[in-house]
């Protein structure tokens, strides 16, 4: 005995009955797809931080390296980094010139005069292709510069999505809380499911304490003479069906245990409670419809989408606005990695301010904002009207499966009545086997049916509290 006490003791230190509101916090505590919608929220807040930081501009710095013979590139390079002469201007070929005009004069400058006041020499001076200018050697350049670029007003535009950006940060945690409401009434109806399937159970192990006292009663009684041996055997495949529903029950337990243990992410849970009904039938219609419009999160979620709208026609107005901006820039230019020189720095201070007069698409894309609000406006208040009817069906359905208990019990208590009455009648020989038989599978079917119906309203209960929004959470926190 000792030692499958020993035995035993793991597999009891691991085995867990679980409360529905036990299963509840260990599903928002361990449930890895509510842990990842809850990464939404953080992504809307990273979001707003962009959102925030264009106020700040942008300051970068930027490494240029060019190697060109191009002639535009290779004297601006060395322009920038102020090392141009007048021979990288081609002024060798020009002196060139002026040196064959004196030579030509034979030092008498009258002559040199006449001849540097010639139309056509002035001409063919002017002429002259500068080969040091037009084929330069190649050059390779390092450009290092800071530079610093800013809005100065953007028409608003930044102001609004600052704005918008604040307002979906509560709308997804509004969305949030909604699939976390969601999960909570999937728990429960996973959870309300096992407690069926366990009531089923022992409810057909009372079913088959009354079928395996069947098969012993009509074994005596044929011992006895008093029955013929078919009444045995029926009694015996009564028995056997039994049998064969509770393995059935047991798969049914099993698999609604596996489904509580995925939502829960608790691999120990084995076995339930009692049944949850999380909210009362004899609820005020009128006071849940209110509760539903202030309380439900896809309400909320919907009433900062109907915000964001109006933002995003605000920030598409900032057409009829100018825009300005500030360019400031410094920096170094040389031949060299190493151009860090107070001789070859620069810096650059711009602004530019812009105006569209006439700017294709950008009015229409203001008037389908203006539209797109108005439709989600639309869109809110139809949202408002369905939860209303939606909250009343929902308290009507759970009012008719609470009514509906009721009669299960009193069919249950009357069917059990029946069956013993029928058993003695049995004994008696004033009915045969087949009729005995008939009223306990009534009386099995009474007790499924009583079973099912409190399942059903624990459902109908969870469909209302969905509809409501937020009992639920308030309770489980």
Wanted: glycine share 4%; aromatic share 10%; no cysteine.
């Amino acid at each position: 005995m000792k030692r499958l006490l020993l035995g035993l003791a793991p597999l009891m230190m691991f085995a867990s009955t679980i409360t529905f509101d036990e299963a509840l916090k260990e599903t928002f505590a361990n449930n890895k797809e509510l842990k990842a919608k809850k990464l939404n929220v953080e992504m809307a807040k990273q979001d707003f931080a962009k959102a925030k930081s264009y106020d700040w501009g942008r300051l970068f710095i930027s490494e240029d390296i060019t190697n060109t013979n191009n002639p535009l590139y290779v004297f601006g390079n060395k322009l920038e980094s102020r090392e141009a002469n007048f021979g990288d201007l081609g002024f060798s070929d020009f002196l060139g010139g002026v040196g064959q005009m004196m030579t030509a004069s034979n030092g008498n400058f009258g002559a040199f005069s006449n001849m540097m006041t010639n139309p056509a020499t002035q001409s063919q001076m002017l002429n002259t292709v500068p080969d040091d200018l037009n084929n330069p050697s190649a050059r390779t350049n390092f450009k290092t510069k800071l530079v610093y670029e800013a809005p100065l007003f953007t028409g608003y535009k930044i102001k609004y999505a600052k704005e918008i950006a604040k307002l979906q940060i509560k709308a997804k945690e509004f969305k949030y809380n909604r699939d976390k409401n969601t999960l909570a009434i999937e728990v429960l109806k996973a959870y309300n499911g096992a407690v069926a399937a366990k009531f089923f159970i022992k409810a057909l192990e009372s079913a088959k304490e009354t079928t395996t006292s069947f098969v012993k009663m009509t074994k005596a009684l044929y011992d006895q003479g008093m029955i013929v041996n078919s009444d045995v055997l029926s009694a015996e495949a009564r028995d056997s069906e039994v049998d064969a529903k509770m393995i059935e029950a047991k798969n049914q337990y099993n698999l609604a245990l596996a489904y509580l243990r995925f939502l829960t992410g608790n691999s120990e849970i084995t076995d339930v409670k009692d049944f949850k009904v999380i909210i009362s039938p004899d609820s005020d219609l009128a006071k849940l419809q209110e509760e539903a419009l202030k309380n439900r999160n896809d309400v909320k979620w919907m009433a900062e989408n109907v915000k964001t709208m109006q933002k995003k026609v605000k920030m598409d107005s900032s057409v009829n606005y100018p825009m300005a901006g500030v360019h400031l820039e410094y920096g170094f230019n040389d031949n060299a990695v190493n151009n860090f020189s107070l001789k070859k720095d620069y810096y650059l201070l711009a602004a530019n301010i812009t105006y569209n007069f006439i700017d294709a698409g950008k009015k229409e894309e203001l008037q389908k904002s203006k539209i797109q609000a108005q439709q989600t406006a639309l869109y809110f208040e139809h949202m408002q009207n369905g939860i209303k009817v939606d909250v009343e069906q929902k308290l009507l359905d759970l009012q008719a499966k609470t009514s509906i208990i009721k009669v299960k019990i009193k069919n249950k208590d009357l069917a059990h009545n029946v069956l013993n009455q029928y058993k003695e009648m049995y004994k008696n020989g004033l009915v045969n086997i087949a009729i005995l038989l008939m009223k306990q599978a009534e009386a099995q079917k009474a007790d499924a049916e009583l079973i099912k119906a409190k399942y059903d309203q624990a459902i109908a209960a969870a469909s209302l509290e969905l509809a409501v929004g937020s009992s639920i959470l308030k309770e489980n926190k």
